[in-house]
């Protein structure tokens, strides 16, 4: 609990201009500058013992918009209208639930018991219907680690510590599979979901160069510091972000996308369970398919149209165009790291369909959820390493990740030491993979029912990150490089 008086922790004394309150957990003086006259700073002027008549004046409140902070009583009208927990007026682009799927309130049952509830009769019969439903999945996935020169410095950065190496080996990876499917190109608009600070972005900018007609869409919908968008300033690339759930978003209406008209390329790291459904829906779904009852004028024809045929004859052997298809499509390719599984949702999953037809539904579908995350909990050091991780995440709460995967420490519901003995470590861990599996293989069924080509590969060693896949995804009708007039 916070206290008034310096304790004997404390050195020195605020700062000046400073508020002169203590903070205890924090064992440093609170850092907001005072009004003038001022000892104490607004939020702490009301629990300081020395400021008891202005707290008998002005009494301050817990804002009803967002309960961690507070307002004066006598101001509350004036702050409920500039507070930044305010609904805000909603953009052209968002449309409530366009990316969440059908709802069928029938279909899960009320109250499901969890994993560690269930009988060793019950979850046998679980696992006996994923084996089944598994049968002819190749378990083994082919491994795609790459990397990409434009990385070479910064991986080799002796002031890197064991996180950020991890965080550069993830993005080179992903950065050459964008550029081995033919996607790393001009006339592109990246749009990377679950962007957190935008590194991804940011590499992908810096790996273009002075590519021409390069856009960014960063979507996020939580505020995030220490974002990187500000360090782009090229001529020839554009960056927006965008703070808005994935499920509400219609790409069609955003503005930059009306303008521009370029084909989009859906990118991701670690793009957190339900967020990769609501993503490949948002791209295959509503952004495709509104385009398509468009009938956009194709990419190639309208890049004649805009230029000479001299122009074009030498932006084709500069290499400038041969990532430009004859049949254009609004989207190129997605290539998104996939992780937390357990945090899947039925009503939102794209693969429902696969899982019908194998003869499982939303019951299934919660359960086997719920056992993907086996497939990284099993490999948890000891609990009392594992305590000391989760209270340092627990510490750092509001310092977002760019990364969404703990590394094989994160827990479902159900504990991983709690449930029936009959299996071993090593078994739980292969039932893990096998349910992260089948929900991706719907996914990659999903894709090939919207008319594309997936693919799940491993893009990184386990040891950087036990989240390893990556799904990638190009239109049936792309054509290689070679077939570009």
């Known amino acids: 609990m ?29 850092r907001l500058v005072v009004a003038a006259g001022k000892r104490f700073c607004g939020e702490h002027a009301g629990a300081a013992e020395t400021d008891v008549e202005e707290e008998n004046v002005r009494k301050r409140i817990l804002c009803p918009l967002d309960p961690k902070h507070t307002v004066y009583e006598d101001q509350l009208a004036k702050h409920l209208k500039k507070c930044n927990s305010r609904e805000k007026p909603k953009p052209d682009f968002f449309i409530q639930d366009i990316n969440a799927g059908l709802k069928d309130e029938t279909e899960i049952p009320e109250q499901l018991v969890p994993i560690s509830s269930l009988s060793e009769e019950q979850l046998e ?11 002819g999945l190749n378990s083994t996935l082919t491994d795609q680690i790459m990397c990409h020169p434009v990385l070479h410095d910064a991986l080799n950065d002796p002031k890197n510590g064991d996180c950020a190496t991890k965080h550069l080996k993830q993005q080179a990876s992903i950065l050459g599979n964008i550029e081995k499917l033919k996607l790393l190109g001009p006339r592109r608009c990246f749009v990377e979901f679950g962007a957190g600070k935008g590194k991804l972005s940011h590499w992908v900018d810096i790996a273009l160069r002075d590519a021409e007609k390069v856009h960014f869409i960063l979507v996020e919908k939580v505020t995030t510091r220490f974002k990187v968008d500000g360090k782009h300033r090229k001529k020839n690339s554009v960056f927006e972000r965008l703070q808005i759930d994935i499920q509400h978003l219609c790409l069609s209406k955003v503005p930059l996308l009306i303008e521009e008209k370029l084909p989009v390329v859906g990118i991701g790291k670690h793009l957190c369970g339900v967020a990769t459904d609501l993503a490949l829906r948002c791209l295959v779904e509503t952004y495709a398919a509104s385009c398509e009852e468009r009938n956009e004028e194709p990419l190639a024809k309208r890049i004649k ?10 932006l084709a052997k500069e290499g ?27 009503r939102h999953y794209v693969g429902k ?5 194998l003869g499982l539904g939303a019951v ?16 948890r050091k000891t609990s009392l390493e594992a305590s000391s991780i989760t209270t340092k995440r627990k510490d750092n709460q509001n310092d977002k990740s760019e990364e969404h995967d703990d590394d094989g420490y994160r827990v479902a519901d159900d504990s991983f030491d709690s ?5 071993t470590v090593g078994e739980k861990k292969k039932i893990g993979h096998l349910c992260k599996l089948l929900i991706d293989q719907g996914r990659v069924q999903y894709l090939q029912q919207k008319g594309f080509t997936p693919a799940l590969q491993y893009y990184v060693d386990p040891l950087v990150s036990l989240e390893n ?7 049936n009708h792309s054509l290689s490089p070679e077939t570009v007039a």
């Open 2 to 30: 916070a206290a008034f008086a310096p304790t004997p922790q404390a050195t020195g004394f605020p700062a000046e201009g400073r508020c002169g309150y203590y903070v205890e957990k924090k064992k440093r003086f609170c």
């Open 125 to 135: 019969n679980l696992i006996n219907k994923l084996r089944k439903a598994s049968v």
């Open 305 to 314: 149209n805009d230029k000479t045929e001299t122009e074009i004859n030498t």
């Open 320 to 346: 400038n165009e041969k990532y430009v298809p004859e049949k254009w499509t609004p989207v190129a390719g997605i290539v998104i790291a996939l992780c937390c599984h357990h945090r899947c949702d039925w």
């Open 353 to 357: 369909e696969y899982f019908k037809a």
């Open 364 to 379: 299934e579908f919660h359960y086997f959820q719920r056992m993907s995350s086996w497939a990284t909990c099993g490999m």
């Open 419 to 423: 449930l029936p003995g009959f299996l």
């Open 469 to 475: 896949v990556l799904l990638t995804a190009l239109p």
